[in-house]
């Protein structure tokens, strides 16, 4: 059983708070097989409010699924106590933003999609479903009449205790 952290970069204009938003969030990622090494070609997402049964356990996970090489089973769960809001002070410094617990499994590579939320830096403007899939995003403060963006988004793994 590894825990493994999920960091995120970004340089935020003018908002903040940035995070996953709602127990329906799609975590889009890559995995590879922590027995054979073989590395998935797609993307796999997992959310908190889906669960499926374990094979030979009595356990939940949030996603359980099998290495299409060596048949071994692997689950995943979000630890949603990790989940955690990336501020305007965060900007250009990783930050971890969730952690899974990996068995059989270790991730290699996260896409970051829609469902993200902010809101502005001194307004207060919600800013909902925002999407990062092009790595950046860019809105509009109406209340606070400036532009608002979140750029150069980058992450990487690491392993916690
Ligand atoms: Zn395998």
């Known amino acids: 059983m590894v825990k493994i952290a999920l960091q995120f970069k970004a340089n935020l ?16 990622l890559k995995f590879r097989c922590t027995n054979c090494g073989e590395e998935s070609d797609k993307w796999i997402y997992l959310s908190q409010d889906e669960t499926v ?13 099998k290495c299409k090489m060596c048949s071994r ?3 995943i769960d979000i630890l949603p106590e990790t989940i955690t809001k990336y501020t305007i002070e965060d900007s250009n410094t990783f930050k971890s933003i969730v952690a899974f617990d990996c068995r059989g499994v270790s991730i290699i590579d996260f896409s970051p999609r829609n469902g993200f939320k902010c ?3 001194d307004s207060n ?9 092009e790595r950046e995003w860019v809105d509009y403060d109406d209340r606070q009449n400036q532009p608002v963006g979140i750029y150069e988004v980058e992450h990487k793994f690491i392993n916690i205790k």
């Open 13 to 28: 204009e003018n908002v903040t708070e940035l995070q996953a938003d709602g127990e329906d969030f799609r975590w889009y």
């Open 53 to 65: 049964p374990m094979k030979g356990s009595r356990g939940k996970a949030n996603l359980v699924t």
């Open 73 to 75: 089973d692997c689950s």
């Open 119 to 121: 809101h502005g830096v």
């Open 125 to 133: 403007t919600m800013f909902e479903d925002v999407n990062l899939e």
